[in-house]
């Protein structure tokens, strides 16, 4: 599934137009992060789109065998611990698990049903941007954009079904280097008291997996993984 470039473009063009609209004749812009201190905690449900892994690189002779498995509608969530900046900026550390059935493979061109799941839990540091919404237009609600790093750790299996040809298997457990990118909204619903909306984009680096024909994970492949879903949530101030 290809990242919907657009969804991001929207909402940086609103986040745009809000920042137009706070601008006095001497174009200064103020940002509601100045007037907000302290920290904040969220807690976050997830839904992960249906769509396929990033191609997995077999080492068989003479030339590499690209496999990718292709997961249906996955489920998890996330909790933040968040604090306010000035000018609108806020940075968050978040801990992330998220899961996926596999229900086909795509091995040599050739698509087969699979059984399996794919799991990621991953620590990040994110940094966002709201814009300035509520001070300047009287609308309770703040998009923003943004995105962060760190570390993720992904356990997957990947088996042909019926298992009895188990034409393919792969397994892995491994820390990887992992980034994402994030926008959505907020809408103030109390003093101190949000819901949450985004649309997420999250890639893992050279997940390391032992794969294998016959039913036998003997060699050792690399690949990328992808998710890509929506968050819902709340957030309160402490």
Not at 68 to 89: C, K, M, N, Q, W
Not at 183 to 201: E, I, M, N, Q, S
């Amino acid at each position: 599934m290809r990242l919907p470039i657009p969804v991001f473009a929207g909402l940086f063009l609103v986040s745009g137009l809000a920042a137009a609209i706070a601008q006095d004749p001497y174009g200064n812009l103020p940002y509601p992060g100045d007037s907000e201190t302290g920290l904040y905690l969220g807690l976050r449900g997830s839904l992960a789109f249906r769509g396929k892994d990033g191609a997995i690189s077999v080492p068989t002779a003479p030339t590499p065998t690209a496999l990718r498995g292709s997961h249906d509608t996955g489920y998890g969530g996330a909790i933040v611990l968040g604090g306010h900046l000035p000018e609108g900026f806020k940075v968050e550390l978040e801990g992330s698990w998220r899961h996926r059935p596999y229900n086909s493979k795509t091995l040599g061109g050739i698509t087969t049903a699979a059984t399996g799941f794919r799991d990621t839990g991953a620590v990040m540091g994110n940094l966002l941007w709201e814009a300035p919404f509520p001070e300047y237009t009287g609308l309770p609600i703040r998009p923003f954009i943004g995105g962060g790093a760190g570390l993720a750790y992904t356990e997957a299996r990947l088996s042909d079904n019926p298992t009895s040809t188990n034409r393919y298997l792969a397994s892995s457990s491994d820390w990887r280097f992992a980034w994402q990118a994030t926008a959505g909204f907020k809408v103030d619903v109390a003093p101190g008291a949000r819901l949450t909306a985004a649309y997420r984009y999250m890639e893992i680096n050279s997940v390391r997996s032992a794969c294998g024909t016959g039913g036998a994970p003997t060699m050792s492949c690399r690949r990328n993984a992808i998710d890509q879903g929506v968050d819902l949530g709340v957030e309160l101030d402490l």
